[in-house]
């Protein structure tokens, strides 16, 4: 299994941008689709964002539409989370995950084999 470790978190003000990166070790990562994953204090861990490994497709939960962007870069075996126009309630810790899973299984956390340790996104309004 690869090993994760985000980047990148840090407290910023409403309507600031902020990029997380998750680095991977290992020759794998290309073979793994991506996804990034946020836990707000007393909240269940919810699905943010994937890219799948197969076809590059981008996947985002309806809160983050058109303010969040994920990618990668398999030379660098990182994924990155840009993510702009801020708001507090995207304030979480953010987790990159990799896995295998089947389009209707992309948003399933127990789905994902490797997990980072996270990265705190703080949002002051």
């Known amino acids: 299994q690869a090993q994760l470790v985000e980047s990148g978190g840090r407290l910023v003000q409403a309507g600031s941008s902020l990029r997380l990166s998750c680095a991977a070790s290992g020759d794998t990562f290309a073979t793994y689709t991506v996804a990034w994953f946020r836990q707000a204090p007393g909240k269940e861990r919810e699905f943010v964002a994937a890219?799948?490994?197969?076809?590059?497709?981008?996947h985002y939960t309806d809160s983050v539409k058109g303010r969040f962007t994920i990618s990668r870069d398999n030379a660098k075996n990182t994924a990155y989370l840009q993510m702009n126009s801020l708001k507090p309630e995207d304030a979480a810790v953010y987790y990159c995950a990799t896995g295998r899973p089947i389009l209707s299984a992309l948003r399933t956390s127990s789905i994902y084999t490797s997990w980072g340790q996270g990265t705190q996104v703080a949002v002051s309004s």
């Open positions: 890219i799948r490994h197969t076809t590059r497709t981008t």
